[in-house]
């Protein structure tokens, strides 16, 4: 049976399937008679107790290898297990009116959960569904059902699953697991992303996965074109192990060519650089051959030093040491883009129905100077190597631009009379993601150093669509004619004062899109580390001429559809060729 | 038992992180401690408790602990409320 979903991790692999099965356990409810009650509440302890220490090894499994964030949860959620009037209140309701250790505890977390969504506390608002897996861990506990875990085995797995919760991930690093597929999730999940950093295959939102699976069958994850076949065929096995045995050799081609840089077949050069989050990737980024960062985003240090903000010695220090990572290469940082989110509700803002449309990025750093020259001053006082570029997000009229360089000159200004040593000429640049900034791009000429087109942003406000709102998502149309249009006006523009432009949304990832981008005008594509091989390798095999010519092609379609046709078309006459 | 009035200085009040490092704090000592504000008390080991309380920057509160090492446990939470949960 083949069943069709999104892929989110490339590559081919077959094994035996581990069905994890979040299944909704009946809670049976009876009444304890009254001298067995003592016995259900100490019951009910060891069940917490348990499911304590599972989170625990949970979290020590993961220490090292995710985001410091995600262990941070197992640790509020350790808080609310050992919570006393939690615990007051199940033992209550079995002494008092003898109900059955599952009973109290479903009453318990309830009260909980209401509780915990009414303290306006968006630490604890934002974890309501975390708390639900929470619950079902401790119910677990209490019907002796053992969690489903992956034991180590010889023999290859493949994790399949309605959903994986963080607390889950920590099965997906025994060396016996090959790929996994999950019934819900996007791109964007933590399934996704943990399974692009461990290099394995996987594929979201397989509908009816759960349904048709079982723990034992054979299963193929075809994390390339999405695709999970149960029970497959013996040619099926075979045509697979094939294409698996064609897919390394092909990383093994483009992994000895990580480090050449991304030429066309005539002579035409792509900077590629990597999109990068946390310190930890710059390692996997020069691996890969990035030359430099095109866009890191500042967020986390905000995050991380949350609730309090991260001062001017923290932003410098984390700046240099990025810096020094990729000397001479240059890393271009984006200053603070949030504002929308909790985070900033709680802390700092209160803000409106939709934080997409409302005060973010630029929008919210002009408004508070305080906050912003922080961030300023920290950039400036890593740029004394001079590899160092400054990337204001969310700009939208050229007035927001002249207020952010006025401000960054005030801080200039500052630092010299302060006899610090910076780059006095550090580069500036912008984010095109706004439409009214993709159109008028001639307009910032002037200010500007440099352009990169934060395509996911673009796209979504040229198509109106909320990109977390799930049933407009097909709108979500990287090659609708609109989006090319908009990029290919930025490029236009750009070239009248010979600057660079750069692409550092989804779209640069793409091995596809990338020749039609590099055809568009396109000077720089910036991405996520583990897509550099793929790319650098898309450019090698094309030329430019090829690429123009497909681009012009493209602009005069109508439809997103005869876009990818015509895409496709070009990828056929000649993959490697002319 | 011991018993002291503290005003609660951090710039967020007694949100989640800091409710958090209150009932760890609080848990580490086997004496009982309540926090009231005006409105309501709570045990301090309790978050649910302790968020529920709502107190927000420059509420008073007051400690009450009560056990046999009640003069440690009033110490270290003071200490944590003085010093606004390491906050800023």
Known sequence: ?578 | MTRKELVISNRLGLHARAAAKLVQAASRFHAQVIISTHQMSADAKSILGVLTLAASKDTPVVLEVDGPDEAAAMKEIESLITSRFGEE
Not at chain 1, 145 to 150: F, K, L, P, S, Y
Not at chain 1, 158 to 173: F, K, R, W
Not at chain 1, 192 to 197: E, F, G, M, W
């Open chain 1, 1 to 578: 049976m083949i069943l069709k979903g999104t892929p989110v991790s490339p590559g081919f692999a077959s094994g035996s399937a581990r069905a994890l099965v979040a299944r909704k356990l009946a809670i049976p409810r009876y009444v304890v008679p009254e001298k067995e009650r003592e016995a259900e509440a100490e019951r009910l302890c060891l069940a917490i107790e348990a499911t304590t220490k599972e989170l625990e090894s949970a979290k020590e499994a993961l220490r090292g290898k995710v985001e410091p964030s995600l262990l941070d949860l197992f640790d509020a959620y350790a808080v609310i297990l050992k919570d006393p009037a939690l615990l007051r209140a199940a033992r209550f309701q079995i002494s008092k009116e003898g109900s059955n250790a599952e009973q109290a505890l479903e009453s318990a977390i309830k009260a909980m959960t209401t509780a915990l969504m009414a303290s306006q506390d968006s630490y604890f608002q934002e974890k309501a569904s975390d708390l639900e897996d929470l619950y079902s861990r401790v119910q677990r506990h209490l019907r002796g059902a053992q969690q489903e875990t992956v034991a180590p085995s010889a023999e290859p797995q493949v994790i399949l699953a309605d959903n994986l919760t963080p607390s889950e991930t920590g099965h997906l690093h025994q060396a016996s697991v090959v790929a996994f597929a999950t019934e819900h999730g996007a791109r964007t999940s933590h399934t996704a992303i943990i399974a692009r950093s461990l290099g394995i295959p996987a594929v979201v939102g397989v509908a009816g996965l759960m349904a048709a699976a079982a723990t034992d069958q054979r299963v193929i994850v075809d994390g390339v074109e999405g695709k999970v076949i149960l029970d497959p065929t013996p040619e099926e096995e075979a045509e697979y192990a094939k294409r698996a045995e064609a897919y390394r050799d092909y990383r093994r081609k483009i992994k000895a060519g990580a480090l050449k840089e991304a030429r066309t077949i005539d002579g035409h050069v792509i900077r590629t650089r990597a999109n990068i989050d946390l310190e930890n990737e710059l390692q996997g980024a020069i691996e890969a051959g990035a030359e430099g960062v095109g866009l890191y985003r500042s967020e986390f240090l905000y995050l991380e030093r949350s609730p309090n903000l991260p001062t001017e010695d923290d932003h410098a220090a984390l700046y240099n040491r990025i810096c020094e990572a990729l000397y001479p290469h240059r890393v271009t940082i984006r200053t603070l883009d949030l504002g929308g989110e909790k985070y900033f509700h709680e802390v700092l803002e209160p803000e409106g129905q939709n934080p997409v449309l409302g005060v973010r990025a630029v929008r919210f750093t002009l408004r508070h100077p305080d906050i912003f020259k922080v961030q300023l001053r920290g950039l400036l006082r890593a740029s004394a190597r001079k590899n160092i570029a400054i990337m204001f997000p969310l700009v939208t009229t050229v007035d927001e631009l002249k207020a952010c360089i006025s401000l960054l000159n005030e801080c200039k200004a500052e630092l010299k009379a302060e006899g610090v040593a910076f780059d006095h000429r550090i580069p500036v640049g912008i984010m095109v993601e706004v439409p009214s900034c993709a159109l008028t791009a001639e307009a910032f000429l002037p200010y500007t150093d440099f352009f990169s087109i934060g395509t996911n942003d673009l796209i979504q406000y040229l198509m109106a669509i909320d990109r977390n709102n799930e049933s407009v998502a097909s709108l979500y149309d990287p090659m609708n004619p609109a989006v090319l249009r908009c990029i290919s006006h930025v490029c236009e523009s750009a070239r009248v004062k010979g600057i660079p432009v750069a692409v550092c949304g989804e779209m640069a990832s793409d091995a596809l899109m990338a020749p039609l981008l590099v055809g568009l005008g396109v000077t720089e594509l910036s991405m996520a580390p583990e897509a550099l091989l793929d790319v650098k390798a898309a450019v090698r095999g094309i030329s430019y001429e090829k690429c123009r010519r497909m681009a012009r092609h493209a602009l005069k379609a109508g439809t997103g559809a005869e876009v990818a046709e015509i895409l496709e078309s070009y990828s056929r006459t000649g993959r490697h060729g002319r």
